[in-house]
């Protein structure tokens, strides 16, 4: 079913994806489906968005050894996490997830075939549109997907700064392959 989707929404999974990564597993998993965490913007840098693309395999290594349905890491995770940030060039884990959710944003508002930027609330509604619009999605699946995008709408915003779509699109085929697993 991912297969399904990852063309319309990859940025969105992303998105999705990183709001859970920021503060804390918990914080994220625990609040209800239509009250997720408010995201913290801030501006970014070149040398942050370098420093997430270079913990990204270490974060991985982490996060793929949890259990499914981890809602909090234990403190030996939390102190590998935290090491793992702090090796990349990050204060904490928190401040590697606040990183993360900023270019995931970001990139939530790039169209992936053309690269260009439109504020996350359009693209999302693009998306909307083109899955309600796709014929090969079951019933099932599209009801589930814009049951999902629908709740994305309520809580996407846009960009507070414009120079964080400068960098992140300088840096998109890169952030691509790193977090959606393709260079498109």
Known sequence: ????????????????LAASAGAAFAQAQQAAPQDPPQLKQIPLNDKQVQNLLAAQKDMDAITTKLPEGTTEPDAKVQAELDAAAKKNGFASYDEYGEVLDNVSLVLSGIDPKTKAFSEP????????????????????????????????LKFTSNVQYPDNVKIVTKYYDQLSAAFLGDAE
């Not at 989707?5 to 999705?16: D, K, N, Q, Y």
């Not at 309600?132 to 709740?151: H, R």
């Open 121 to 152: 609330p359009v693209m999302v509604k693009k998306q909307i549109a083109e899955v309600t619009a796709d014929k090969k999605m079951s019933a099932e699946a599209k009801k589930a997907a814009l049951a999902d995008l629908n709740v994305a």
């Open 1 to 16: 079913m991912r297969q399904i989707f990852r063309a319309p929404i990859a940025a969105l999974t992303l998105f999705v």
